[in-house]
């Protein structure tokens, strides 16, 4: 549980000034590509033609492609106007804004405009849950109440364990140059990633144990039918010869072998994000 207070206001102007960066970030890198894989393997696996989908907070509107390519009908909404007009603009060139009923700027910690038990699934993926910090309980709630009972909520969020594994080149250095120390403990600790100081502008988000999300899903009555980490093996792999990857057979082996590695039990906890799905009850 964090104690860091959710500041939506500031989250927003964070995504507004971020703007098409936040659509640029999944390609970004090998690691970040190797996500948005994992990501859209997953989506694939549970999103059917016809089914009625919220994706909450959705950003530039990757994942929204997805599930418009899959035959979805899909509401969108997004915290940040500025996510929300990128996301339409590439939603309707790629000639799918058909499949879109709405775009709706709107936080998910209060999602009351939409129907309880109105969508099939509910998409709520990157790292949105971890933004909301002391208002988390509450955003589950939410997810959950807006899907029908024997409906499907899928979410990822940011790994504690994970991102401090694939940062340590990042990290040590900045425990070894001074003053630092307390942040980082209080951080791997909590959870709370907040008094780090970083060469770039770093949001307060909360970074999450695989066991916390686990509970905030099932303690509300969801069975969890799908549970993987995302960049087990790709995550900050600096001697890795990238260029290998471009060969298509090198490449598509490397994923089945990452994906593997992201749905073992023991892995879950091992990557930069954790992605679970789970059924509400009927």
């Known amino acids: ?87 339409k603009e590439k939603v309707t060139e790629a000639g799918l804004a058909g499949n879109v009923t709405g775009w709706h700027q709107a936080d998910i910690v209060d999602l009351s405009r939409f129907p309880s038990a109105g969508f099939d699934t509910v998409v709520c993926v990157g790292s ?15 997810l959950i109440r807006l899907v029908r009972p024997g409906g499907t909520v899928v979410v ?17 250095p900045m425990v070894a ?9 209080q951080a791997v600790a909590t959870g709370d990633i907040a008094g780090v100081q970083a060469d770039f502008e770093l949001l307060t988000t909360h ?3 695989w066991d916390e999300l686990r509970t905030h899903l099932t303690s509300r009555g969801c069975e969890i039918v799908t549970a993987s980490a ?10 890795l010869d990238e260029s290998l990857l471009a060969d ?17 039990p023991g892995n879950i906890d091992g990557g930069t994000h954790i992605i679970a799905a789970a059924r509400k009850a009927e």
């Open 156 to 172: 990822s969020v940011t790994s504690r364990y994970g991102y401090l594994r694939a940062g340590l080149n990042a990290i040590l």
């Open 177 to 185: 140059a001074g003053g630092q120390l307390g942040a980082i403990d």
């Open 248 to 264: 298509p057979e090198v490449m598509a082996a490397f994923t089945r072998w990452e994906l593997q590695a992201c749905r073992a």
């Open 207 to 209: 970074f999450f144990t």
């Open 1 to 87: 549980m964090t104690s860091a207070m959710y500041q939506p206001e500031t989250t927003r102007s964070f995504y507004n000034n971020w703007g098409a960066n936040e659509w640029n970030r999944l390609e970004s890198s090998f690691e970040n590509r190797i996500n948005y894989q994992i990501h859209r393997t997953i989506l694939g696996e549970l999103v059917k033609p016809g089914d009625r989908v919220l994706e909450a907070g959705a950003g530039p509107g990757r994942f929204t492609l997805e599930l418009t390519k899959a035959g979805a009908e899909v509401t969108v909404c997004d915290l940040s106007d500025v996510q929300l007009a990128i996301n």
């Open 128 to 142: 949105v849950l971890s933004c909301v910090l002391d208002r988390i309980p509450e955003a589950f709630d939410e």
């Open 230 to 239: 995302s960049n087990f093996l790709s995550a900050d792999t600096p001697l």
